[in-house]
């Protein structure tokens, strides 16, 4: 039952998207990124589903949205990308998490607190967000000895190293071969002086479709599994999130009114108008007053007047609509990426606005 927004979440088409990169590295080892509350789709149910259908390992932002998952009965391995305080370490190793380990002076702290900590290590190759830095080749050497001392740390228990590439999503391909490069160059001098590494991995969604003989071991996947591959593809993926909302009142209006705050929309003839459920609380941006359109039965119905915390106003003129009848927002007929297009930003933003308090979740799966 819901009287505002739905939010449906659909299974067999995160099934899908999964399978679809999965099968183009058919041989790696699969990381489902589910931070962020899983771009807005649910963290613990989407971790669920895809254990459930064997994905082993997770990867989430903070030990917070890691806790969750575990005290859910998440039984995979679960790397925490960002970094968890010294003094809340405790938790990693009780919660049997996976830490990132971005330097030599952060992985002596953790070892300081006399706890076996399984950890992955990142190296910074161009990112520039953190990881232990190898930019270019005249780094190699400091960059190694740096993962070696955390390698040679007691209470460190190495599975595994990693980057992230800045512009796979991009033109720019001799950037991330550059990054690929540093990478492998790294990971080659360390094992060359007899050290095992673990688990190696580099891709994301883009690189995993775009760079497909530039991987390793295991291939970290997000917004390409919710859907929305973040470069030109002929793969086909499927939105896994689809938004309704609710008609609340209907009202006609003549010439010479104005609809919502700043009457930023003003009617020159007779006009139906519906109100919707709907509104940037929800995570519908202020941005799209009066420059969108949601769909109700094929018909797209703009967007008039600014979008308010709760409501939204579209005209629906002519056509048989009633109060309680359902809108979409987006999903299957109406798409995220021309939103995000319009707005200047990407799907994953959109995505992970949509606010889980406020929202009726459904998750649907056949
Ligand atoms: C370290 C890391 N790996 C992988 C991903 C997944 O990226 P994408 O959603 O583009 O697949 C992210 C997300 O930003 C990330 O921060």
């Given at each position: ?147 070696i001392q ?147 039965k094929g ?44 707005m200047d ?22």
């Amino acid at each position: 039952m819901f009287d505002r927004v739905k939010v449906v979440v659909n299974l067999n088409h995160l099934w899908h998207n999964y399978t679809l990169l999965k099968s183009i590295h058919h041989d790696k080892r699969v990381m489902a990124v589910v931070k962020a509350d899983a771009y807005g789709h649910g963290g613990v149910q989407v971790a669920h589903f895809l254990e459930s259908k064997g994905c082993d390992f997770f990867a989430v932002t903070d030990l917070l949205e890691a806790i969750e998952l575990r005290e859910a009965g998440i039984k995979s391995d679960i790397l925490i990308f960002g970094k968890t305080l010294p003094e809340n370490i405790k938790k990693v190793s009780e919660y049997d998490l996976i830490q990132t380990v971005d330097s030599y002076d952060y992985a002596y702290q953790l070892n300081q607190q006399n706890l076996k900590i399984k950890i992955h290590i990142i190296i910074d190759t161009g990112m520039s967000r953190f990881g232990i830095y190898h930019h270019r080749q005249e780094d190699l050497s400091s960059a190694k000895a740096e993962v070696i001392q955390i390698l040679n740390l007691k209470n460190m228990i190495n599975q595994g190293i990693y980057s992230h590439f800045a512009c796979a999503d991009e033109d720019n391909e001799n950037f991330t071969n550059g990054q690929f490069n540093q990478f492998k160059s790294l990971v080659e001098a360390i094992e060359n002086e007899g050290y095992s590494l673990g688990l190696k991995h580099v891709s994301n969604s883009a690189s995993i479709i775009k760079y497909k003989d530039r991987t390793f071991d295991m291939v970290r996947t997000g917004i390409a599994m919710y859907g929305y591959p973040p470069i030109k593809t002929k793969l086909k993926f499927l939105p896994v999130m689809s938004v309704f909302a609710r008609v609340i009142a209907l009202r006609n209006l003549q010439a010479g009114d104005g609809v919502s705050y700043g009457q930023t929309y003003q009617i020159n003839d007779h006009r139906r108008i519906a109100s919707i459920a709907i509104g940037y609380a929800d995570g519908y941006p202020r941005f799209f007053s009066n420059n969108d359109i949601f769909i109700f039965k094929g018909h797209s119905l703009p967007v008039v007047g600014r979008v308010c915390m709760g409501v939204t106003m579209v005209d629906v003129t002519g056509l048989s609509i009633n109060i309680g009848d359902q809108v979409e927002v987006f999903g299957i007929h109406k798409s995220l990426e021309s939103m995000a297009v319009k707005m200047d930003t990407i799907t994953y933003e959109l995505l992970t606005n949509m606010s889980k308090k406020r929202l009726l979740f459904e998750y649907i799966y056949e």
